[in-house]
């Protein structure tokens, strides 16, 4: 209380309160002067100390101050937000009451309107599931009708929710009919069936008209394929057989079936002129509209001729004539509705005629080949005491019997006539040039495995070996090269071949008849002339045994000459007289075209 009296005119009155400095008075005044004196200077050296401190102290924590400065300003701009958004929620909130007191008031009055149309949107609500249940149950009739309502609700509310939903719900279920119709189409339908269910598919209005057709063609292509599928393919004959029956009953079908669809395909004239082979003779639709179904019309009948040329390659050529027959009858059927394509399969039956015919061939020069391996000149048997007369050639189609002499001839004669009959019962003329090629090469065969067997034995050969040998070379240029001539003049009439060609009768007679004189040119030097015949039976009438039967030798020389004279005459008869007693056979040829 002294020090207040005291430092009062020196100090303010405030510091009176601070307790801190009321006792720093209280400790001063018990100090002694000495004390008192050095007080001042402990006092600066103090506060420069403390001065040095907080130097150090705000260069430490500089950044926690500003840290600390920034804080307190975005607590007071917060704070201040905070207190403009408490003015104004204050200022709206009476109008916000009274709007939240207006929209009750207007969810009780929907409530109770919905509650009042509860039947109505409860049916509402049930379409999705009818339109299911509907197309489950083969209504598509109604499901249409549902989908057409929904279609209505979609452009008019679209932008409700629940319509929405609705909207897709149903959707969903119209994928399911549409599934439900091309899978309808897939199965055995007939075409009443087929009209309904493309009116439907043209109502659910999924599909532009073309590709409305290309759904068509690839769901009766899918139920073709299932009913080719089915067919067992163990047996080439049975599967080609049944294939070509089911190509045409049902691809009847579904041409008949499309164009009674799409009515607006008309039939017009042909408009490419380069084009494939199968097209050439389809009858050809108009190019704007249904080129989808003449393109599917020509993959399947080039499918079709696939699986013909699979199968026959395959081992049914024996019954070629059968297959042929069935063919052209599917052809013939397609004619009616413009796909023509038996011109198509003519190519493909002579390519399996002459396959057929060169297999048969080769097998039979393989039975040649192995009878000649084993085949001695010595082992011919003489089975006739005269030879046969020379006018029987030509006229018989059995084999000659004097080929029995030679195991070797008469195996591949026989094996000729079976591939003359099986080529008789489907032989195009087109495959004469062919036929005679091929027996070309047969003959060149049989006269070079007769010259290898002269070449391998001919130091060896007896008297009667050589006497057999030279009867084999005669019997091949005589008896079977005429043979096979008169088969093939069977198989290929020359009548028919001028009338198809366009050309003389002696000109067609070339085209099919083997060249007997080209083909044994190497053989003839082997066989003897009429001269030397001649010759020799003037040696032995002029011997000196009979010199004194000058008369009789003269007479008998006169009758070989008479004789011949008379086989020169026959000789040189001209082909044309051939030809004509061919025609008075009247051998027909079964198969021209």
């Given at each position: 209380m002294d020090s207040e009296g005291v430092f009062t005119d020196i100090f303010p009155a405030e510091w009176a309160a601070d307790s801190d400095f009321c006792e720093y008075l209280q400790e001063l005044s018990g100090y002694p002067l000495a004390t008192l004196k050095k007080e001042p200077e402990r006092l600066a050296e103090a506060r420069e100390e403390n001065q040095i401190q907080t130097q150090e102290l705000a260069f430490k924590n500089y950044k926690t101050f500003i840290q600390t400065a920034d804080c307190t300003r975005d607590v007071f701009s917060e704070f201040s937000t905070v207190e403009g958004r408490l003015e104004n929620l204050l200022e709206h909130l009476p109008g916000a009451i009274d709007n939240w007191w207006s929209t009750i008031s207007h969810d009780r009055q929907m409530n109770n309107l919905t509650k009042s149309r509860y039947t109505e949107l409860l049916e509402l609500l049930e379409v999705p599931q009818l339109v299911d249940t509907t197309v489950r149950n083969g209504y598509y009739e109604e499901a249409l009708e549902l989908i057409e309502f929904i279609r209505k609700?979609?452009?008019?509310?679209?932008?409700?929710?629940?319509?929405?939903?609705?909207?897709?719900?149903?959707?969903?279920?119209?994928?399911?009919?549409?599934?439900?119709?091309?899978?309808?189409?897939?199965?055995?339908v007939q075409l009443p069936a087929c009209l309904r269910i493309i009116s439907y598919l043209r109502r659910m209005n999924c599909f532009s008209e073309a590709e409305l057709r290309i759904k068509f063609l690839q769901a009766r292509d899918f139920w073709l394929q299932t009913n080719l599928k089915a067919i067992p393919d163990n047996d080439p004959h049975t599967h080609i057989t049944k294939t070509i029956e089911a190509c045409r009953v049902h691809m009847f079908d579904i041409i008949t079936q499309y164009r009674a669809i799409f009515s607006d395909d008309e039939r017009i004239g042909s408009h490419h002129e380069n084009k494939s082979n199968i097209s050439r003779f389809i009858t050809c639709f108009n190019p704007n509209k249904s080129l989808l179904f003449h393109s599917w019309v020509v993959r399947k009948v080039n499918k079709f001729l696939e699986v013909l040329e699979t199968d026959l390659d395959r081992g049914c050529a024996q019954h070629l004539e059968a297959i042929l027959a069935q063919s052209m009858y599917f052809g013939l059927s397609f004619s009616r509705v413009g796909a023509d394509f038996r011109p198509l399969l003519m190519p493909i039956f002579m390519n399996a005629a002459e396959k057929y015919f060169d297999d048969q061939i080769s097998k039979a020069e393989q039975d040649f080949l192995h009878y000649m391996a084993h085949f001695q000149i010595s082992e011919s048997v003489s089975l006739f005491s005269t030879p046969i007369a020379s006018c029987g050639i030509g006229v018989s189609l059995q084999p000659p019997t004097s080929l029995l002499e030679f195991i070797p001839l008469a195996v591949l004669a026989n094996g000729c006539q079976t591939a003359f009959t099986n080529l008789r019962l489907c032989c195009p003329i087109a495959l004469a040039p062919k036929v005679k090629g091929r027996l070309t090469i047969m003959a060149n065969l049989v006269i070079e495995r007769i010259i290898q067997l002269y070449r391998a034995e001919a130091v060896s050969f007896?008297?009667?070996?050589?006497?057999?040998?030279?009867?084999?070379?005669?019997?091949?240029?005589?008896?079977?090269?005429p043979f096979v001539n008169t088969c093939l003049s069977n198989l290929f009439p020359s009548a028919t071949l001028a009338a198809s060609l366009g050309i003389p009768v002696r000109e067609s007679v070339e085209i099919y008849s083997l060249d007997v004189n080209k083909i044994c040119q190497r053989l003839k030097q082997h066989v003897p002339t009429e001269e030397d015949v001649i010759c020799e039976k003037t040696e032995e009438k002029s011997s000196p045994e009979m010199v004194t039967e000058n008369g009789d030798n003269s007479h008998e020389e006169d009758q070989v000459e008479l004789h011949s004279n008379d086989e020169n005459n026959d000789a040189e008869k001209p082909v044309e007289t051939e030809l004509n007693q061919e025609k008075e056979k009247g051998k027909d040829n079964l198969y021209s075209n």
């Open positions: 609700l979609e452009r008019k509310f679209s932008h409700i929710k629940i319509i929405a939903d609705i909207v897709r719900a149903v959707k969903a279920s119209s994928h399911l009919l549409l599934n439900h119709l091309l899978s309808q189409l897939k199965t055995n007896t008297s009667r070996e050589k006497e057999s040998f030279t009867k084999l070379c005669s019997t091949v240029i005589s008896e079977f090269l």
